[in-house]
């Protein structure tokens, strides 16, 4: 199937087929990155600017190292430092990365929708990695790939997603990414973590809400454990840390209400001791060093697509 | 004037007394790279409003006699549509103390409004509400729970939950209509709710005058047509169950009160066919690009409506939601009855109501180019505008600067 997307801002919109597309891609660059030279020169000549005006230091290396192992030439541009600081507008950027003329611009911003901003007004393909509350569209085929190596055909499994719902990107593309595969989600987390809209029956397709994380957890296929941010309790959101941990925390007797062999996800970075027990997270059901390694390659498969195959070196 | 009427009307074209608007931000003073008294008064014209109410949220904000005659002074040198000024509630639209609103009627103010934001403290709007019965105007309230809407930028429902963006619940507008309501019954004050948006606002408005409450309520164009679904992309009216698509988190979709669901929208007719509703007040609301080209939590709010005022009532009265008399109506004797006005016998609009056209920034006659209608196919345009006689607006002839 010829690629047809010329960016990756969310996969809200992609057919089955077009996630099945990456996942195969991604199994050829898992392969790629057990050789011992970890090398492709499909991106050669080719320029992949890291553009992250939100601070994150694995998201960010993870597609340096995906950029480079495909043998592009890689920029960063992060908030530190940089004119972003110095308040210069979005639209000043946008307008000085495509002049200085990126074939590929990889993004995180704080802004909701950031990311269609800014592919509106470049040539440049833009695959955003993060942006605001909306998506995080390859973490959420990270965690599909993951989940499907791990636990087979995705139809009819039950994943729960935890924790702070409302305000989680990866949240909302794990949804994206996975009930298209055949699985159902189960959301669980704080009422007031959850969108109102949520709550009350108009989840989207394929989901369900449940407060009681006992009950979510019975005979769960897998379990994706979100960070909790300390501000939630600040905005008046949460009564205490304390308490979140207590009720939501994946403790060990939590994670043994699941299916034997039912892995436990977390897109990191983790705050121990309060949405995962420390043992839980480097526990034999953990597959969250699995995620990292999977996200380098799926991060490469993304770049091979849009600027690496023949047809896009074309264009 | 009836000779015009009559030609019109041999021509297939609808004719109209000259609308009258109650909510439209003009800017001068102090956001003239926005829109100058002079730009909206003529891009008024050219969405057939004769007659502008312009409200105080200027820099410095209209709350002082002097600033009253000078706004005047500059709608009449404008030569468009008439400008009548609306002054503050508080002084400086700042919500602590009233204004002098007696000596601001005196200087001709029409109505008082600190509009953009609601007057927070209850005991200071009871207040308000009492004093303004001596100055014998209005009150227009933007009835907004800030505390509720805090950080808000669109209507939280569905369509905020999956754009991951923060919501203005319906209660925002909801609770603080029930304050203004239950402090309208106390006063027995003259209260007019602006931009009224909600399903459970109209129901709230229409038990309260069931009740005999004299109150009366405006909503806008865009809420009578436009639903959230719109910052996701979509460019189906509220009547429509498919539609164009546009890019996701268009600023210009960013509104306060925000753009609601489908079913408000068929409220909100509802609300206009039954009385509930009193008049049709568009709230425009011009920005330079520089306030809209921007992240979408960062944008300013508001939407340029003035131009595609009428295309949109057309097309819902067309898609049945409503019917033309109730429109015109509630464009004319209905916010004539809220100033306590006579409705001008020698202003009259021309629409030809079969033409099909897309607003374009270039077209658009006002310096606020910020409506998502750009580029959408609409039906129904304002073709003249008359003012006491005088052709002042006139489509087949070229803008002026």
């Known amino acids: ?315 | 004037m009836a000779d015009l009427k009559r030609d019109a009307e041999k021509r297939g074209l609808i004719t109209a007394p000259g609308f009258i608007d109650l909510h439209a931000h003009l800017r001068e003073p102090g956001f003239e790279e926005s829109e100058t008294i002079a730009t909206g008064a003529r891009a008024a014209l050219a969405g057939g409003f004769t007659t502008i109410c312009a409200m105080p949220n200027t820099e410095p904000a209209i709350d002082s006699p002097g600033l009253i005659a000078e706004l005047v002074a500059r709608g009449k040198a404008a030569k468009a549509a008439r400008v009548l000024p609306i002054a503050t509630i508080t002084r400086g639209r700042k919500g602590k103390e009233l204004a002098d609103l007696v000596e601001l009627a005196a200087a001709g103010a029409v109505a008082f409004s600190d509009d953009g934001s609601p007057v927070a403290d209850a005991q200071l709007f009871r207040n308000a509400l009492e004093y303004a019965r001596a100055a014998g105007r209005p009150i227009l309230e933007h009835s907004q729970d800030q505390a509720l809407s805090a950080d808000g930028v669109m209507h939280e429902g569905v369509v905020s939950a999956r754009l991951g963006l923060a919501g203005m619940p319906a209660a925002a507008e909801e609770t603080a209509i029930a304050r203004d309501l239950s402090l309208a019954k106390l006063t027995g004050g003259r209260l007019h709710l602006s931009h009224v948006s909600t399903a459970g606002s109209v129901e709230l408005v229409r038990r309260a005058k069931a009740g005999g409450l004299a109150i009366t309520a405006e909503v806008t164009p865009h809420h009578l047509a436009l639903t959230d679904e719109w910052v996701g992309g979509s460019r189906a009216f509220a009547w429509e169950d498919e539609g164009p698509r546009a890019t996701p988190y268009d600023t210009a979709t960013k509104v306060n009160p925000p753009l609601r669901t489908a079913a408000d929208v068929r409220a909100c007719w509802a609300g206009l066919m039954d009385g509930t509703i009193d008049a049709i007040a568009t709230d425009h609301a011009p920005h330079a690009s520089t306030k809209k080209d921007v992240e979408y939590q960062e944008a300013a709010f508001g939407i340029s409506v003035f131009e595609t005022a009428v295309p949109l009532l057309l097309m819902g009265v067309n898609a049945g939601w409503g019917t033309w008399d109730r429109v015109v109506e509630a464009l004319t004797l209905g916010p004539a009855r809220v100033l306590g006005i006579e409705v001008p016998t020698s202003d009259l609009v021309i629409i030809d109501p079969g033409t099909a056209w897309t607003p374009t920034a270039a077209a658009l006659r006002s310096l606020g180019k910020n409506t998502p209608l750009l580029g959408r196919n609409l039906v129904g345009r304002v073709i003249a505008a008359y003012v006491d006689g005088q052709l002042r607006h006139d489509l087949s002839a070229a803008p002026t600067p």
């Open chain 1, 1 to 315: 199937m010829t690629w047809q997307r010329r960016h990756v801002l969310a996969t809200d919109d992609w057919s089955r087929d077009e996630i099945e597309q990456v996942l195969e891609t991604t199994s050829a660059m898992v392969e790629i990155l057990g050789r011992p030279i970890r090398r492709t020169p499909a991106l050669r000549g080719r320029t992949v600017i890291l553009f992250f005006a939100e601070s994150s230091t694995r998201t960010r290396v993870s597609f340096e190292l995906a950029a480079k192992a495909l043998s592009a030439d890689v920029t960063n541009i992060t908030a530190s430092g940089s004119s972003v600081e110095k308040g210069e507008t979005l639209l000043d950027t946008v307008r000085t990365l495509t002049a200085l003329g990126g074939d590929v611009i990889v993004m995180r911003h704080a802004a909701s929708g950031a990311p269609y901003f800014v592919a509106e007004r470049t040539d440049a393909a833009v695959i955003n990695a993060g942006d605001g509350w909306h998506a995080h569209p390859t973490q959420g085929l990270l965690d599909a790939y993951t989940l499907r190596a791990a636990l087979g055909d995705l139809s009819g499994k039950r994943i729960v997603i935890v924790g702070d719902i409302t305000h989680s990107r990866v949240a909302r593309s794990d949804i994206d990414a996975l009930v298209p595969l055949g699985a159902s989600i189960t959301l669980s987390g704080p009422p007031t973590l959850v969108p109102s809209a949520w709550r009350c029956g108009t989840t989207p397709r394929g989901t369900t809400f449940e407060p009681d994380l006992d009950r979510a957890l019975d005979g769960a296929d897998a379990v994706i454990a979100l960070r909790l941010q300390k501000e939630r309790q600040h905005a008046g959101l949460l009564p205490s840390i304390r308490e979140y941990a207590r009720t939501w925390g994946l403790s060990e007797a939590r994670v043994a209400r699941m299916r034997p062999d039912a892995p436990v996800l977390h897109p990191g970075p983790m705050n121990e001791g309060v949405e995962i027990a420390a043992s839980v997270a480097h526990g034999a059901r953990s597959l969250i060093e699995t995620q990292v390694t999977n996200g380098v390659a799926v991060r490469m498969a993304l770049l091979y697509l849009l600027a690496g195959t023949p047809e896009a070196r074309e264009s």
